[in-house]
């Protein structure tokens, strides 16, 4: 280890700005990737907080519907792709080098390319502000023909989703080529780390369903320009037709969002539980089952568009069977901690309540696969509820047990425990008090994306604006801890979690060296 | 280490309670569930989420008083040593199979609701159901009446400068009206943008498409007024165009048919006179508010770009024809619909004379509805 250290040196790097603008290094493009999502986390944060401020009380009071519009949606596709899906990108390009004993990524220019991508994306989101007629306000969904109307901003909504595409693609071609070429010797397939084997299948997910979307916008761009007619009936086209494309790619979006969470609390739950991961073969096939099932489940996203009762039952049965491999997960979690020797540092307290409170989205997704109760909530605040569960305290809450979990690894030094348990607890009592009560509220009959409701909605509502204040400001505390961390945290030790085994713990120092494994390591 | 698992225990039975009163407060009052049913196909909906919801809390328990019961006892700090296991094929295979018996169980009786619920045939009586930016419009095929609903609510009580009366945003001015008991078969479309018609009571919420036409059936049980909602985000005021349904008796239905089509036949004596401009005018500000001001701002000020204003504007201040014709068939690409196939003659003259005449807009124009009535053809 001491040679990599000296090798390191012998290279000339540029320093301040140019470092990051031209940096081909995995670990460099994982920081950028971090801080990115963060930046985009609080930036799409702020509109949700907006939103709950509207929602506060009934009638209106700070927002018109158009701008309260444009905030739901952006605050939809900054969080999807601004936040939680380059989150993950951060953590495989930290990650996956060190985890399979490679010296960086496969394609590093390609990477620094797929990274940049990234602010001119957000910019185009964000400037939509000040542009003429305002910024998108059609959803995140983007369904046509309500997408059809509005201004110049719909068409940087576009552009915005076709360069996070272009991003995404190559991220995915750089993580599925390092996987499969750049393994330590002796590293087979079933021997990688459970983070690894879900980014591998997130990655192949990513390059199957993202030019989907591009099409789906492209085709929104020439009807808004070119003289087409896909989705506009009065021209022949289908308004169907784009939900059907929309959500052959959303759906696995959904996974996309949710594998590497799981291939994260994958790796936190053994390491606190001291004990090995309970059906690692079994965790793989449920995983790839996952990732079959989602292509052909996506019109439960539509079941009220009135599609033809055999194809109701058929993507109703489709998506119910997706409740066993995501089960299997769930028991194997459980026995993983079943008779281990647990201790609840932050990354383990994020774990667990990711576990709990991951499973109750994952019930309500059960109900909502049952047709006929979907016809009830679908577009309701139940869904809302439903898809916070699973990406709040799914994959956001993964995302901090990551973070908690490698940041000795990545800087050198220890965070704050008092303060991470802090954001833990805050975060998951607040989190609670803002989405579990929108389940009454889709329940008793509030739609979503409506800026005023009826009078019987105003106290829960309150309560749910109330939480959202709260979570919203416990996030300060995860920005306090990292910066601590990184400043004035302790001197953290090679491997400072008792029960960690894979190669970044075992086989380099706190912090890793620039360059991962030079050579490779000997695995046993 | 006691205070950490203190901690966890405080913060896990906080948990639970936070649960617990929520879950109490669930059951206690309809308002925190599915409304009450109030048609068949409503009532399996309801009963199905019960059944489901209590299959989940079952499964739930289970799984997780296992998790917090191994939190609990196979902690290092108790000193619990860790076991080494890490397969078992046979359990794995059994909470396989398990949780697959359990859908199955779950999708017999959800298979039988769908095939009810879309069983639209032979209905008693038909309504063609039109979503338009942002109001619904019921038309009665039989009977040749044909109605827009808009929202009733003040401008006023949104704004927070007037009390919220009993029913805020969930009033109309012309509600749907149909005879209790009776199978009413919905057609629905859409004229814009994609809406859907949403009434909890009866389990009935379906999308309303342009250029489709979809159906979906409803048999009201009891007399009474059923409240909903557009389900699927239409724009700007997606939240302000509410459905409300009157189940009336057999022979209260009979009278409101009756004095339907008696409104009708004035309308239609109405469309051949000639009116002055104050007349005009006055009917005219009633169409603006209720079709035209949520877009265009009931002082006429719009807001622009996407709403221009109409104050001072090139069409209404200008050539008498074009302004006509916008009015009635609308801008491409743009919210601006075309009402010609909304409104009446006499609606159109009147409010296309408003339109000239307010805001400061002084032209001095009148439109009669003769000349509505000429530039349909």
């Known amino acids: 280890m001491e040679a990599t250290h000296a090798h390191e040196h012998g290279h000339a790097h540029p320093t301040g700005l140019m470092r990051w603008l031209t940096t081909t290094n995995h670990k460099d493009i994982g920081t950028l990737y971090l801080w990115f999502s963060f930046i985009m986390l609080l930036t799409g944060g702020v509109m949700a907080l907006l939103i709950r401020a509207e929602l506060f009380q009934p009638g209106l009071q700070i927002l018109e519907p158009e701008v309260f519009n444009s905030l739901t949606t952006l605050h939809g596709l900054i969080m999807v792709f601004g936040a939680i899906m380059p989150a993950f990108v951060g953590f495989a390009n930290w990650q996956v080098p060190m985890m399979i004993g490679a010296p960086d990524m496969a394609f590093p220019r390609m990477n620094n390319w797929s990274f940049w991508l990234l602010p001119v994306a957000a910019i185009l989101l964000i400037a939509q502000f000040f542009v003429p007629g305002g910024a998108v306000a059609g959803g995140w969904t983007m369904y046509a023909p309500l997408f059809l109307q509005g201004g110049i901003a719909n068409d940087m909504t576009i552009f915005a989703v076709h360069i996070l595409g272009i991003s995404s693609i190559m991220g995915a071609i750089n993580i599925i080529t390092t996987i499969l070429n750049m393994r330590a010797p002796g590293m087979t397939l079933m021997k990688m780390p459970l983070f690894v084997w879900t980014w591998l299948i997130t990655a192949y997910l990513l390059i199957a369903v993202m030019p989907v979307l591009a099409g789906a916008v492209t085709m929104l761009l020439t009807d808004r320009h070119f003289g087409t007619h896909f989705f506009n009936a009065a021209g022949g086209g289908d308004p169907v037709m784009f939900q059907h494309i929309f959500w052959f790619f959303g759906h696995p979006e959904v996974y996309i969002m949710i594998l590497p969470a799981f291939g994260i609390i994958s790796q936190v739950i053994p390491a606190f539980a001291r004990k090995p991961l309970f059906g690692y073969a079994s965790m793989v096939y449920a995983t790839a089952s996952i990732a079959i099932l989602s292509f052909i489940v996506w019109a439960h996203h539509m079941f009220t568009v009135g599609m033809p009762t055999s194809a109701q039952l058929f993507f109703m049965y489709a998506t119910m069977l997706i409740a066993v491999p995501t089960g299997v997960k769930v028991f194997n979690w459980v026995a993983t901690m079943w008779r281990g020797s647990m201790t609840f540092e932050t990354p383990m307290l994020f774990a667990v309540g990711f576990v709990a409170l991951f499973t109750i989205g994952g019930f309500t997704g059960l109900v909502c696969a049952i047709t006929p109760v979907d016809i009830q909530i679908q577009d309701t605040y139940y869904v809302v509820a439903h898809f916070h569960y699973v990406l709040v305290s799914g994959a956001l809450f993964a995302i901090f047990a990551g973070v908690y979990f490698w940041l000795p690894k990545w800087t050198g030094r220890m965070y704050d425990e008092k303060l991470g348990k802090l954001h833990f607890w805050l975060s998951a009592i607040f989190f609670n008090i803002l989405f579990f009560p929108m389940h009454f509220l889709g329940l008793a009959g509030m739609q979503r994306r409506v800026p005023d409701y009826p009078l019987q909605f105003a106290d829960w509502n309150m309560v749910s604006s109330i939480g959202a204040f709260g979570f919203g400001l416990s996030q300060l505390i995860f920005l306090a801890v990292v910066l601590k961390t990184i400043r004035a945290g302790a001197k953290a030790a090679d491997r400072p979690w008792e029960g960690a085994d894979s190669l970044e713990w075992t086989h380099l120092p706190s912090p890793a060296p620039y360059h991962s494994f030079e050579t490779p390591p000997v695995l046993k | ?377």
Not at chain 2, 83 to 94: S, W
Not at chain 2, 121 to 146: C, F, H, L
Not at chain 2, 239 to 254: A, L, R, T, W
Not at chain 2, 340 to 347: A, N, T, Y
């Open chain 2, 1 to 377: 280490m006691a205070s950490k698992s203190r901690a966890l225990a405080a913060g896990a039975l906080a948990a639970l309670m936070t649960w617990g009163t929520m879950a109490a407060a669930w059951a206690a009052e309809s308002k925190y569930n599915l409304p009450t049913p109030q048609s068949q196909v409503a009532r399996e909906i309801y009963d199905l989420h019960i059944l489901i919801l209590w299959v989940c809390v079952g499964i739930f328990i289970v799984v997780f008083g296992t998790m917090f019961y191994s939190i609990w006892k196979h902690r290092k700090s108790v000193g619990h040593q860790p076991a080494h296991f890490h397969e078992n094929t046979k359990l794995e295979v059994l909470w396989t199979l398990i949780p697959f018996a359990i859908l199955v169980g779950m999708a017999i009786p959800s298979t039988k609701t769908i095939l009810n619920m879309r069983d639209a045939s032979n209905p008693d009586m038909t309504v063609k159901v039109t979503g338009y930016q942002w109001k619904w419009e019921y038309e009665y095929p039989a009977e040749g009446i044909r109605f827009l609903s808009t929202l009733a609510t003040p401008r006023e009580q949104i704004t927070n400068q007037a009390a919220k009366g009993e029913h805020y945003l969930l009033e109309v001015d012309n509600p749907l009206v149909v005879p209790v008991g009776k199978k009413v078969r919905l057609l629905l479309t859409a004229n814009d943008v994609i809406h859907s018609w949403w009434v909890p009571a009866f389990g009935i919420k379906q999308d309303a498409i342009p250029g489709y036409v979809k159906d979906a059936w409803f048999k009201a049980e009891n007399v009474g007024v059923y409240r909903g909602v557009c389900a699927e985000l239409c724009g700007k005021d997606h939240g302000f165009m509410p459905i409300v349904v009157e189940v009336k008796s057999q022979e209260d239905y009979d009278k409101w048919l009756m004095a339907q089509k008696a409104a009708k036949a004035a309308a239609v004596a109405d469309a051949n006179k000639t009116y002055t401009l104050d007349e005009l005018k006055a009917a005219g500000e009633k169409v603006y508010q209720t079709h035209c001001a949520a877009c265009h701002q009931p002082d006429g000020k719009g807001l622009p770009p996407a709403f221009p204003a109409l104050a001072g504007s090139r069409i209404a201040t200008g050539d008498k024809a074009a302004h006509i014709d916008i009015v009635m068939n609308g801008k491409a690409n743009t919210a601006m619909a075309a009402f010609g196939k909304q409104l009446s003659d006499v609606e159109l003259a009147a409010v296309i004379t408003y339109e000239r005449n307010a805001f400061g807009n002084a032209t001095g124009d009148v439109v009669q509805p003769a000349e509505i009535k000429a530039s349909r053809k």
